[in-house]
């Protein structure tokens, strides 16, 4: 998995300077007490099992089409995140996710573009992929076994969107791309951007190797050129270490992301995912 690679050799020279850090008291190198409930430096690696819900409208300032809202089969989704400590209190995370859906609907069924239609036997295609990553900075209330972060950062998106649809009818209808008898519209879309973020976190040690975490974001970006819109996220779980270094971390999470794009083309997607996210996680 090249992102987590990647991830991994820059986490190395931080794990370095943390490898005589123990997790869960005084930190001999730096004469400083670490929460039993962070760690000096973490990465894990999973997947995001979930069961996403898309709708996507297409077009442009005089006619559009929606998809309404379509649920898709459960996948994983390939996540990584990581997190690190400068002195006690002041933490730098980040977090990565990919989402790729093909989705095909065939039928009888009617396309309207204002005054225009198209009607008797249609179907949809639709490629999508979405890439989100974050990259945050928390400053951590607390020393004891329950300790609460807030802080800012910026997140990154891109979605990338194929259309195809077809009608089997005569269809003249230029602004939705419909000419002659074939009935057919295809586009492909491709935009990204990034935007400011919020972030909160609580962490619980029930134990030296066992710990509660909730963690929530939202990243959201304003104006009316190219890709704007919002992207929230949260989840709840606990993790476990049957080794002092490595352990598996379980939780449920959701996420909503909404998306639009004042221009020809892609003009709005709206991605609802929720499920588990199982992962394996190394601390130094």
Same mark, same amino acid.
């Given at each position: 998995?090249?992102?987590?690679?990647?991830?991994?050799? &820059?986490?190395?020279?931080?794990?370095?300077?943390?490898?005589?850090? %123990?997790?869960?008291?005084?930190?001999?190198?730096?004469?400083?007490?670490?929460?039993?409930?962070?760690? $000096?430096?973490?990465?894990?690696?999973?997947?995001?099992?979930?069961?996403?819900?898309?709708?996507?409208?297409?077009?442009?300032?005089?006619?559009? @089409?929606?998809?309404?809202?379509?649920?898709?089969?459960?996948?994983?989704?390939?996540?990584?995140?990581? /997190? @690190?400590?400068?002195?006690?209190?002041?933490?730098?995370?980040?977090?990565?996710? $990919?989402?790729s859906q093909n989705y095909s609907d065939y039928g009888s069924t009617a396309y309207t573009a204002?005054?225009?239609?198209?009607? +008797?036997?249609?179907?949809?295609?639709?490629?999508?992929?979405?890439?989100?990553?974050?990259?945050? !900075?928390?400053?951590?209330?607390?020393?004891?076994?329950?300790?609460?972060?807030?802080? &800012?950062?910026?997140? !990154?998106?891109?979605?990338?969107? /194929?259309?195809?649809?077809?009608?089997?009818?005569?269809?003249?209808?230029?602004?939705?791309?419909?000419? %002659?008898?074939?009935?057919?519209?295809? $586009?492909?879309?491709?935009?990204?951007?990034?935007?400011p973020m919020l972030e909160i976190g609580v962490r619980h040690a029930i134990s030296p190797d066992?710990?509660? @975490?909730?963690?929530?974001?939202?990243? $959201?970006? +304003?104006?009316? %050129?190219?890709?704007?819109?919002?992207?929230?996220?949260?989840?709840?779980?606990? /993790?476990?270490?049957?080794?002092?270094?490595?352990?598996? %971390?379980?939780?449920?999470?959701?996420?909503?992301?909404?998306?639009?794009?004042?221009?020809?083309?892609?003009?709005?997607?709206?991605?609802? @995912?929720?499920?588990?996210?199982?992962?394996?996680?190394?601390r130094f």
């Open positions: 998995m090249p992102l987590a690679l990647a991830a991994g050799s &820059a986490l190395l020279p931080l794990s370095a300077l943390a490898q005589s850090a %123990s997790p869960m008291a005084t930190d001999p190198a730096l004469g400083t007490t670490v929460s039993p409930a962070l760690d $000096r430096v973490s990465l894990s690696v999973g997947a995001y099992y979930a069961e996403p819900k898309v709708s996507a409208t297409v077009g442009n300032n005089f006619a559009s @089409f929606n998809t309404g809202d379509v649920r898709a089969d459960r996948k994983a989704l390939p996540r990584i995140a990581g /997190e @690190f400590l400068i002195g006690d209190n002041h933490g730098i995370s980040f977090e990565a996710f $990919r989402y204002g005054p225009f239609g198209v009607t +008797g036997t249609a179907g949809l295609n639709l490629n999508f992929d979405l890439d989100v990553a974050r990259l945050g !900075y928390r400053y951590w209330f607390g020393s004891g076994n329950t300790v609460f972060g807030v802080g &800012a950062g910026i997140g !990154y998106y891109k979605v990338k969107l /194929e259309t195809n649809a077809f009608a089997a009818a005569s269809a003249n209808l230029p602004s939705l791309g419909f000419y %002659s008898n074939n009935g057919r519209f295809s $586009r492909q879309d491709s935009d990204d951007a990034v935007a066992l710990r509660l @975490f909730f963690d929530a974001s939202g990243i $959201r970006k +304003g104006g009316s %050129s190219g890709v704007h819109g919002s992207i929230y996220n949260a989840q709840l779980g606990a /993790e476990w270490f049957p080794w002092r270094n490595v352990g598996v %971390s379980l939780a449920y999470a959701v996420t909503d992301v909404d998306l639009k794009r004042d221009e020809p083309g892609l003009q709005g997607l709206r991605v609802k @995912f929720q499920g588990p996210v199982a992962a394996v996680k190394a």
